[in-house]
């Protein structure tokens, strides 16, 4: 049961996505045309329109964009504060938006991360991130 | 100044703003759209065009039309967050250039402060937004807080020059009755609040109120029969560049690089020849990514643009003269009182904040999450 955590409502884009959370793997988009990856996954690519997109799995390495240390929150969020919020910049060149996990102290931008698979709750697992040095 | 002078602003008020508890945000528009036009000296019957913004029914312009009993030959809902109010000014100087409506009213009201209405969690998320609202973003100061993080890791902006603008802006609502918060404040205030999404704390951010605004916008030949000095719509430029704050190309760099560029070239003003900005300050990054996109300054400028008290009275760079989103009112979607008050101005009716011999004015809104951006140039005779 969710903890009124708001729950993504997998559709015809999303599913593969989210099966591929639950089993651990980070699977993202891939353009047959012009090989450019996309996140989020959807059916037709934002660089050059072709409708041919492939699923592959990302090596779930990155960078830290940026990044936010939330202080106040709401609802389900509000008893979680602090925690960090980054959006990480994937091998493949894909940003998404995560949570690092660990020491708010350490996080950086630029900082390399590794993505982990964190349950939220028993409906939802989510891919978060932990900084490459605390592993 | 090369543009012809099709349309012009005629009228603007503002509703009860700050806390109004029982008021609708039809209440709200109604009041402000009966100022405005009171204003202007034109009646309700003179006005063919309705547009508005809001998610307060599934036809914001239709709800508010009826209300008013309005039957508009054009309508215009657009609704691209605090920008779109800029973006209704774009689109009505357009369709009196193209001869479809000689008299257009625009408002806004919000009723968010009363209704406790922000920040409310959805228990599902559908569509895009599923990739990002479980993370726990608050938006849309977290946000704006990311957008920031990163152009202090980009240029070494420091929080205390985001704080001048805070400190800057507050000034002037010390001069505007009409501000919520007047009392002046310090950087070290800024800096030593409570923090909400790091690097931004309480008073980099804007107030939560209520409030209403309206803008009337003539033809040439209407604005002629109108009680008040012209305001004539120079320019307009918009753009949206991203919905969710992951897919915004650059943290740093705004839409109105283009839609300013789109205003000012239309206008045929530089920079150096406007007498007072007023431009949309969500958060004080807004304000700073702002002015580097617009180009008043080089990227990652912006820091030491605003610095030393530069925004404030007295400086040589007006800017959110009337407290702004800050200290004055913020009922959401700020942008219709930065039109407001522009006309205001250009029309120097500003008493103790008035910004001497004002003659030209860009307004620059800021909706989403640095998701759209709309531009306008407005001027006197």
Same mark, same amino acid.
């Given at each position: 049961m969710s903890n009124g955590r708001p729950i993504p409502v997998r559709d015809g884009d999303s599913t593969p996505f989210w099966n591929g959370v639950d089993q651990h793997e980070l699977r993202i988009q891939q353009c047959q045309a012009c090989a450019a990856y996309v996140f989020y996954p959807r059916s037709i690519c934002p660089h050059c329109f072709s409708d041919q997109l492939i699923w592959n799995v990302s090596s779930g390495r990155g960078r830290i964009y940026s990044y936010t240390v939330v202080h106040r929150s709401f609802g389900p969020f509000e008893q979680e504060a602090p925690f960090v919020v980054a959006i990480v910049e994937l091998e493949e060149g894909v940003r998404m938006m995560t949570r690092i996990v660990g020491p708010a102290s350490q996080v950086k931008v630029d900082a390399p991360v590794r993505v982990t698979y964190e349950r939220v709750d028993d409906d939802l697992t989510l891919p978060y991130f932990q900084l490459e040095e605390t592993r | 100044m090369k543009s012809e002078r099709i349309a012009a602003i005629v009228g603007v008020a503002e509703s009860d703003l700050g806390s109004t508890p029982g008021k609708t945000v039809l209440q709200l528009q109604a009041q402000a759209a009966k100022a405005a036009l009171e204003e202007a000296g034109?009646?309700?019957?003179?006005?063919d065009a309705v547009f508005t913004a809001g998610n307060w029914g599934w036809s914001p312009t239709m709800m508010l039309a009826e209300y008013l009993g309005i039957q508009p030959k054009y309508t215009d809902g657009t609704n691209i967050g605090g920008s779109s109010f800029e973006a209704h000014v774009g689109h009505a100087a357009a369709g009196i250039a193209n001869g479809l409506f000689d008299v257009a009213l625009i408002t806004y009201g919000s009723t968010q402060r009363s209704d406790r209405?922000?920040?409310?969690?959805?228990?599902a998320v559908t569509l895009t937004e599923q990739f990002e609202r479980p993370y726990g973003l608050p938006t849309p100061v977290g946000a704006y807080a990311l957008a920031a993080t990163r152009h202090m890791h980009q240029y070494g902006t420091t929080r205390e020059q985001l704080a001048e603008i805070a400190v800057a802006t507050r000034k002037w609502a010390a001069l505007n009755e009409k501000a919520m918060m007047r009392d002046l404040i310090t950087i070290d205030d800024v800096l030593s609040a409570r923090p909400i999404a790091e690097p931004l704390h309480l008073l980099d951010c804007c107030l939560v109120t209520d409030g209403g605004g309206a803008v009337v916008v003539a033809s040439a030949a209407a604005a002629r029969r109108a009680r008040t000095k012209p305001v004539w719509i120079l320019g307009h430029g918009e753009t949206h560049t991203h919905h969710s704050i992951t897919n915004m190309p650059d943290l740093t760099v705004t839409g109105a690089r283009e839609s300013g560029r789109q205003a000012m070239e239309m206008a045929g003003v530089r920079h150096e020849e406007l007498d007072v900005v007023e431009i949309?300050?969500?958060?004080?990054i807004t304000v700073l990514l702002t002015l580097e996109s617009l180009g008043f300054c080089g990227p990652g400028e912006g820091g030491a643009f605003v610095s030393s008290q530069r925004t404030a009275p007295g400086g040589d760079f007006p800017m959110?003269?009337? &407290?702004? &989103?800050?200290?004055?009112?913020?009922? &959401?979607?700020? &942008?219709i009182f930065l039109l407001i008050e522009a006309a205001r101005q250009l029309r120097g009716e500003c008493g103790p904040r008035q910004v001497p011999e004002a003659k030209l004015a860009l307004v620059n809104g800021t909706g989403g999450v640095l998701s759209s951006t709309a531009t306008v140039v407005l001027g006197r005779d």
């Open positions: - | 034109f009646a309700r019957e003179e006005v209405s922000r920040n409310r969690i959805p228990p949309y300050d969500s958060f004080t959110n003269t009337n &407290g702004g &989103g800050l200290s004055y009112c913020h009922p &959401g979607m700020y &942008g």
